[in-house]
């Protein structure tokens, strides 16, 4: 069955998000006409393993405590809900300690932190790693100062190396990870046979790898025609370098500042 849209768009969104976390990017661009591609190269799941969770319990014990993402919250909360169930739990209940700095990468992070009842939470206005990183509190550590960091294996490469080099005690937790998932391939015909223009909503440098890697050649090349929205200028310089011509940067990653565009284009 087809899924191609009933009417055409004005604009193809071209998402690399997980497969279940395309929504967001959905409802904005359906505010502007336009359809998405889902191209998604992988799925969340949590890392609830004896392992994950001991590196959580020591991570938690830090002074400071940087999470990366709303599936770090996600997968903390999991892997507490499982070890609260055990013989023998390990893991604070609540997580924070009286204190304890907490970090997000963005205001999504804080928020799920937040229903998660960790409320005393600090994140940047400019959200993503570059942006964290200039938070005060984050910027330099005296012998023994540690920070326990909630993430996945990949991604957000820059935070523990720069943590780390700053004199940080870092205490890293990967508590959920990506499974690679294969790309749709109704979407990919519907990259391949688009009429309308494409913008790609870039807030991640991996996930772009791994799609344009998968792609065949000729959904490849339609891929680099796209538009590109990048969350970071990091970003916007890896687009370039994968072979993206028009490339620009977002005020940040959420999805109504990655398709600004949209309404810059539609004048709405």
Do not use: K
């Not at 359906?30 to 190269?41: H, K």
């Not at 996600?74 to 997580?95: G, N, S, W």
């Amino acid at each position: 069955m087809s899924r191609e849209p009933t009417i055409p768009p004005r604009w193809y969104v071209i998402s690399l998000r997980p497969s279940d976390e395309h929504e967001a990017l959905r409802c904005i661009a359906a505010q502007y006409a336009s359809a998405l591609i889902e191209l998604s190269p992988w799925s969340i799941r949590s890392e609830n393993t004896a392992a994950a969770r001991a590196a959580l319990a020591a991570a938690l014990q830090s002074t400071q405590v940087v999470v990366t993402s709303p599936n770090a919250v996600r997968a903390l909360r999991d892997l507490c809900a499982a070890d609260a169930r055990a013989a023998a739990p390990t893991l604070p209940q609540p997580p924070q300690r009286a204190g304890q700095a907490w970090y997000a990468v963005g205001a999504g992070t804080a928020q799920a932190l937040a229903e998660f009842g960790i409320t005393d939470v600090r994140w940047p206005e400019r959200m993503d790693s570059e942006g964290l990183l200039a938070l005060p509190g984050l910027d330099r550590y005296a012998a023994g100062d540690s920070v326990g960091l909630l993430t996945a294996p990949g991604g957000r490469g820059a935070i523990a190396p720069t943590l780390a080099a700053r004199g940080a005690q870092l205490r890293r937790a990967d508590i959920y990870r990506r499974e690679p998932a294969p790309l749709d391939r109704f979407m990919v015909a519907r990259l391949i046979d688009a009429r309308a223009p494409l913008l790609l909503a870039l807030s991640s440098g991996e996930a772009l790898q791994r799609v344009l890697e998968r792609l065949p050649a000729e959904a490849a090349a339609r891929l680099r025609q796209a538009r590109v929205s990048a969350a970071s200028a990091r970003l916007a310089q890896l687009a370039r370098e994968a072979g993206f011509a028009t490339v620009g940067v977002a005020a940040g990653p959420g999805a109504e500042e990655l398709l600004a565009p949209l309404a810059e284009t539609t004048g709405t």
